[in-house]
């Protein structure tokens, strides 16, 4: 689904954020790609091997975008809305974590 709106913050984008990620597979796809972010940062940070950080958008988008491609059939948020859907990458990863809501 393509959502060509605009959202004036991001609890208003949550929600349709969330509509796009109702594959199980995918959502756990995006708390592998998430969490693989956050490791892979620190360990640049703790190593200062800067040059690991590019690898950042690979792994975080190449985890997301099989998630969507290839389980949900549908196209990233992340096309439309970046920065949103970068801050919703996050948040869910954190409400499964703390299962706020369902894989």
């Not at 594959?23 to 796809?29: A, E, I, K, V």
């Not at 690979?58 to 196209?75: D, L, P, S, T």
């Not at 990863?93 to 703390?98: F, R």
Request: hydrophobic share 45%; charged share 15%.
């Amino acid at each position: 689904m393509s959502d060509k709106k605009s959202y004036h913050s991001f609890n208003e984008f949550y929600p349709y954020y969330l509509s796009e990620h109702q594959n199980s597979t995918c959502r756990t796809l995006h708390v592998i790609g998430t969490l693989s972010i956050i490791a892979l940062s620190m360990i640049a940070a703790l190593t200062q091997q800067w040059a690991l950080l590019w690898l950042l958008p690979v792994i975080g988008y190449g985890f997301a975008w099989i998630g969507h491609f290839v389980f949900e059939k549908n196209r990233p948020a992340t096309f439309q809305h970046p920065f949103y859907s970068l801050i919703g990458d996050f948040r869910m990863t954190w409400d499964l974590l703390l299962g706020r809501i369902s894989k």
